[in-house]
């Protein structure tokens, strides 16, 4: 990605995570795992293991990148020059700890390994960006719990809602992000270690130890069987990921629609230099509903490229496994960014209570046609009742007055309920069902965790 656009759509830590000398750095950490659990378990004489750790420590400054480049083109994957040259380091201080590098594994071993170690320490800034989303979801549902709004359906005005009730929804979103992650991290989290064609033949009768010394040693699950061929960790992880930027998507796309000027409900946070225009002096663009929203359109095409990379050939793939390298950082750091300016917003809404209260008012009382409906309802039958607010709808629109005063008037409405009867069943306030219960809920469930 071009740095120009890197702040409107990346985060920096997880962007770093990824970078070229990131990748090189968690390589040599799959490295050093490998020479360490090969000598524990007595496959390489451990003095050899030593000298690979000690050269590792300054290793990475020492690795001919533009070199790594070039051979990376010719060779088809990272690993394999990066493995001439991490030995050519370790044969400087010691020949004979150089015979030693990268015994008895194929470059998919290393390059999975790291992968999953990057996936790993990425996930850890989304998952701190999505607790930081949560807990300022809940304190805003706490804090508008009360702040009656129009709820709307298809683009229409609704039923009344409460602003702390979309918070409340946006905050139980992320309390289920945050348990995909903490459900899968056992499962994709896993070390890779299979050898040529998944056999580990080449370490013999120690092909089971080694691999589960060498997950040890990078605080990783041991798989059952290797997994060259088999993606769907990775699938499993991008999508867990995808699913949380297809959530900051839809909170996108409502802030953004509420802050339309006919609308004018809540604003992102302002700033100088924020949301403006070339042209329009008076703009005030959502920004960084523009950042979510491109990275939720962006998101799903990279997703398609990974599960079509699932359909593998054989032990090892020609291409589907490549395609990964290019779709995973994007997604993880698409999904860093769009939280990270979600968090933005969440923490900085501006909310606009007397447009709220204006945007309730302006059918003129038909958001409330429902209520009476239901009111009616026990008296003379749901479908009846429907009738009736239908025509007296139907009157206050032609009439260009409030649905209050063509019901107020209506016979068959005058036999059950007095006028103040009526004023109270039009307070939008008076309508919101289980809501406050809805929040409480939300608001518990994040009590119940903290303990």
Known sequence: MSQLYASLFYQNEVTEIFSDRALVSYMIEAEVALAQAQAQVGVIPKSAAIVISQVAQTALDRIDFDALAVATGLAGNIAIPFVKQLTAIVKQSNEDAARYVHWGATSQDILDTACILQCR???????????????TALAQAEQYRSQVMIGRTWLQQGLPITLGHKFARW?????????RIDAMKARVFAAQLGGAVGSLASLQNQGTVVVQA???????????CTWHGERDRIVEIASVLAMVTGSLGKMARDWSLMMQTEIAEVFEPAAKGRGGS????????PVAAASVLAAANRVPVLMSSLYQSMVQEHERSLGGWHAEWLALPEIFQLCAGALERTLDVLQGMQVNAENMQRNLECTQGLIMAEAVMMALAPHMGRLQAHHVVEAACKTAVEKGVHLKEVITEL?????????AQISEIFKPASYLGNIQDQIDAVLQ?????AK
Do not use: W
């Not at 469930?445 to 965790?449: N, P």
């Open 411 to 419: 016979d068959q409405v005058k036999t059950y309920f007095s006028a």
């Open 214 to 224: 060498f997950a040890a040693q990078l605080q990783l699950s041991v798989p059952s």
């Open 278 to 285: 070339s042209t329009m002096p008076h703009k005030r663009n």
């Open 445 to 449: 469930e994040a009590k119940g965790e």
């Open 121 to 135: 320490a990425a996930m850890t800034h989304v998952e701190a960006l999505i607790h930081q989303c949560y807990r």
């Open 171 to 179: 905050a139980s979103a992320f309390h289920r992000d945050l348990a």
